[in-house]
């Protein structure tokens, strides 16, 4: 009896086939098709303005759809096109692969039924073949772990929002942004929703390179203090009152 291959294309062994030779064909299925399966890096190019199909084909040599992990790149008039890479033939079982998407456009994965899972430009995701379509492997966490900022110098890096803890409505709100104005970093303070209580803001000390900004959305009274320590003479301090709406 012939040798027949599995959904990884592991060829598998006849009986009584292969006499003297079978363990040629075991250390390529060990060495090569289930170490790509398990831990195995793949690139998937695209080189031209077109969508990329990867196929599994019965042969238990490298093969680029049976890897774990695919890294897109690109290059010429692939660069900056959004399109699909297609899992086609051979490809409709299931399998979970690791996707890095390090071009400069979406690109969405999917089988050659269903409307797949688009990885934008930049991003590594998991996402599952099940046979039909192409769905999200995670689809729940029991906790995220956020980047914290690093505060040094009254300098706000490492992050471009920090959520200000608070009880009430108002201070529940709060947000601390880390933004450019003019081509010169600053810090500023704003609501990201309306509220519903006076807040009282009290300005960081003056770094003689910005000014600070408070904003409402909503109605609430708004009102500042001044710093009574940290303030430069020469040092000019900006304040702006936006209301929007």
Avoid: H
């Avoid at 390529?28 to 098709?33: D, E, I, R, S, V």
């Avoid at 299931?94 to 991003?123: D, F, H, Q, R, S």
């Amino acid at each position: 009896m012939a040798s027949t291959y599995s959904d990884l294309k592991i060829e598998l062994i006849g009986t009584g086939e292969q006499s003297g030779t079978w363990g040629v064909t075991t250390d390529t299925n060990l060495g090569t098709a289930l170490g790509e399966a398990i831990t195995g890096s793949a690139d998937v190019a695209y080189s031209s303005a077109a969508d990329v199909t990867i196929t599994l084909t019965d042969t238990n040599a490298a093969q680029t759809a049976r890897n774990l992990r695919l890294n897109i790149t690109e290059s010429g008039a692939g660069i900056a096109y959004t399109g699909n890479l297609i899992l086609g033939s051979g490809c409709q079982i299931e399998k979970l692969y690791l996707v890095n998407n390090a071009t400069t456009a979406t690109k969405t994965i999917k089988n050659t039924t269903g409307t797949g899972i688009a990885v934008p430009a930049g991003k590594t995701m998991f996402v599952f073949n099940n046979g039909t379509n192409v769905v999200d492997a995670v689809t729940y966490l029991t906790s995220l772990a956020t980047p914290s900022a690093t505060i040094t110098g009254g300098t706000v890096s490492g992050i471009t929002q920090l959520n200000v803890a608070g009880t009430s409505a108002a201070g529940a709100n709060m947000k601390l942004y880390e933004d450019t104005d003019n081509g010169t970093n600053y810090v500023s303070l704003k609501a990201a929703d309306s509220i519903a209580s006076d807040v009282t803001f009290t300005l960081p000390a003056a770094d003689g390179t910005s000014g600070q900004v408070i904003q409402t959305n909503g109605s609430g009274t708004l009102s500042f203090t001044t710093p009574s320590t940290g303030i430069t003479t020469g040092k000019a301090i900006a304040m702006a009152l936006v209301f929007g709406g």
